[in-house]
């Protein structure tokens, strides 16, 4: 149902293959895509979307390449998400823009704009950081936060 697009997963590998890097080791690509084996095109126009929000940083030239300058526990993965893709929008009545056609007689806009809404708020709650660890520490920081939900409850 809820898949994530291509370009969103090309930006995650990529971050994840340059924070394995030194601070300040510019990477290309190139590199990226040889390693990851991920599409040249796509991958490049995700890192400039990147580069143009301040998560990387863009050198030019024979040597450059782009360099990631934002702290990853910093940029939730909503950030990510709606660089890539636009607004999360489960569906159209939740948008500013677009107005469905059923609205005056549909009884599940309420509904859904709830569940938009805390869709939104969950992606807002992962940091990259958290979201690129390996699978068992990010499944018991999910087990921890939903331990944490039952006892506030």
């Given amino acids: 149902m809820n898949r994530l697009n291509r370009k969103v997963e090309y930006a995650l590998i990529a971050l994840k293959y340059m924070s394995s890097k030194y601070a300040g080791q ?31 940083k863009a050198e030019q030239g024979a040597h450059g390449g782009y360099m990631l300058v934002t702290d990853l526990a910093k940029v939730n993965f909503l950030e990510i998400l709606e660089l890539v893709t636009g607004p ?11 107005e469905c056609g059923f609205i005056t007689s549909c009884n599940v806009a309420s509904p859904l704009k709830s569940f938009n809404e805390k869709l939104v708020n969950f992606y807002r709650s992962l940091t990259v950081s958290e979201l690129l660890q390996q699978p068992r520490e990010f499944a018991r920081g999910l087990d921890l936060k939903s331990e944490n939900k039952k006892e506030a409850l």
């Fill in 26 to 56: 510019l990477t290309t690509v190139k590199e990226i895509c040889a390693s990851t084996h991920i599409p040249f095109d796509a991958t490049s126009r995700v890192m400039q979307q990147m580069a143009q929000k301040n998560i990387l």
């Fill in 88 to 98: 999360v929008e489960v569906v159209r009545c939740v948008s500013k823009q677009e």
